[in-house]
């Protein structure tokens, strides 16, 4: 990549007012389900209720610093991953051990 090809905005505005509305959603989907299949808070609690606040942003984190792993397809197939968006994803996965408890 050339150098003046790189154009690198450091300027953005606080992180809930910069966040996409997906990523959030992921997040609090994420950490409802943990809390209901676990029983704990994945994040805390007013974290998570600054999520909920977050609308539409003209001004948006996005690459290399906001990358999330599993927002690339090619890892989604790769680990299997199902993500919090899926209800009843607990019905999906298996443990493939040899207690049939938790292997629905």
Same mark, same amino acid.
């Given at each position: 990549?050339?150098?003046?090809?790189?154009?690198?905005?450091?300027?953005?505005?606080?992180?809930?007012?910069?966040?996409?509305?997906?990523? /959030? @959603?992921?997040?609090?989907?994420?950490?409802?389900?943990?809390? /209901?299949?676990?029983?704990?808070?994945?994040?805390?609690?007013?974290?998570?209720?600054?999520?909920?606040?977050?609308?539409?942003?003209?001004?948006?984190?996005?690459?290399?610093?906001?990358? /999330?792993?599993?927002?690339?397809?090619?890892?989604?197939?790769?680990?299997?991953?199902?993500?919090?968006?899926?209800?009843?994803?607990?019905?999906?996965?298996? @443990?493939?051990?040899?207690?049939?408890?938790?292997?629905?």
């Amino acid at each position: 990549m050339a150098r003046e090809s790189l154009s690198v905005d450091e300027d953005l505005p606080n992180f809930f007012r910069s966040l996409p509305i997906r990523e /959030a @959603d992921l997040l609090i989907s994420e950490h409802e389900h943990v809390q /209901a299949e676990y029983g704990f808070e994945l994040f805390d609690s007013y974290f998570v209720d600054r999520l909920k606040e977050v609308g539409w942003n003209t001004r948006q984190i996005q690459g290399t610093p906001w990358y /999330a792993l599993m927002s690339n397809p090619k890892y989604v197939e790769d680990f299997s991953y199902i993500g919090p968006h899926i209800k009843d994803r607990n019905k999906l996965m298996r @443990d493939y051990d040899h207690d049939p408890s938790n292997n629905y």
